[in-house]
Nanobody
Framework: QVQLVESGGGSVQAGGSLRLSCAASGPPFNSYAMGWFRQAPGKERALVAVISWSGGSTSYADSVKGRFTISRDKAKNTVFLQMNGLKPEDTAVYYC??????????????????WGRGTQVTVSS
């Protein structure tokens, strides 16, 4: 059974940085795409960034391009989200997702089969 555990959330001022981690356990994660999504109060869960199983392909929401970087350590089954230049509108619960996809880079919430419980990120102005 796949388990995903997020960590690294917290409260920062605008312009600050945070690094989120998602530790995966269960079956070997070869061929699993993984992604970060976020959900603000009153809004639907939405894409932040996704990364292919190899780490060679990534995709970002327009709102975070140039500020956030997704990466993965395949040996440790861990995915990271480095967030720089944080803005108050980045405030949300951030979720890690995983799905078996050896040949594509899924960007929709509906594509993902496994989710962590989320970690809160709060950015104050």
């Amino acid at each position: 059974q796949v388990q995903l555990v997020e960590s690294g959330g917290g409260s920062v001022q605008a312009g600050g940085s945070l690094r989120l981690s998602c530790a995966a356990s269960g079956p070997p994660f070869n061929s699993y795409a993984m992604g970060w999504f976020r959900q603000a109060p009153g809004k639907e869960r939405a894409l932040v960034a996704v990364i292919s199983w190899s780490g060679g392909s990534t995709s970002y929401a327009d709102s975070v391009k140039g500020r956030f970087t997704i990466s993965r350590d395949k040996a440790k089954n861990t995915v990271f989200l480095q967030m720089n230049g944080l803005k108050p509108e980045d405030t949300a619960v951030y979720y890690c997702g995983a799905v078996y996809r050896p040949y594509s880079l899924p960007t929709s919430v509906a594509d993902y089969d496994y989710w962590g419980r989320g970690t809160q990120v709060t950015v104050s102005s």
